[in-house]
């Protein structure tokens, strides 16, 4: 059985950093497309970062370009997001999906498997 644990988030300043982890078992994550998502009570999931199986092929939303960077470590079975210069609207909680298909999709629904989420605030 695949399970997803993300670890990282907290409480940050505006202008802060932050490295949210996304650990995988039950398989090897080498296979799958890896995604971040982000959401807000009350909002729909959003897209933020994701990954395809071949990795260095990644895509960001535009509010996170050049702020954010993902990345796997395949000998710990780990994604990443790193966020760098992070601003009040990118509190959320944070999720990581694994999508069997390989592309590192935008869209949510073509994910296979999520973690719990990890709550980032960043306070003005």
């Known amino acids: 059985q695949v399970q997803l644990v993300e670890s990282g988030g907290r409480l940050v300043q505006a202008g802060g950093s932050l490295r949210l982890s996304c650990t995988v078992s039950?398989?090897?994550?080498?296979?799958?497309?890896m995604g971040w998502f982000r959401q807000v009570t009350g909002k729909e999931r959003e897209f933020v970062a994701a990954?395809?199986?071949?990795?260095?092929?990644?895509t960001y939303e535009d509010s996170v370009k050049g702020r954010f960077t993902i990345s796997r470590d395949s000998a710990t079975n780990t994604v990443y997001l790193q966020m760098n210069t992070l601003r009040p609207e990118d509190s959320a909680v944070y999720y990581c999906?694994?999508?069997?298909?390989?592309?590192?999709?935008?869209?949510?629904?073509?994910?296979?498997?999520w973690g719990q989420g990890t709550q980032v605030t960043v306070s003005s």
């Open positions: 999906g694994a999508e069997r298909l390989g592309l590192g999709s935008i869209d949510k629904d073509a994910y296979n498997y």
């Open positions: 039950g398989r090897s994550m080498s296979i799958f497309g």
């Open positions: 990954d395809s199986w071949r990795g260095g092929s990644s």
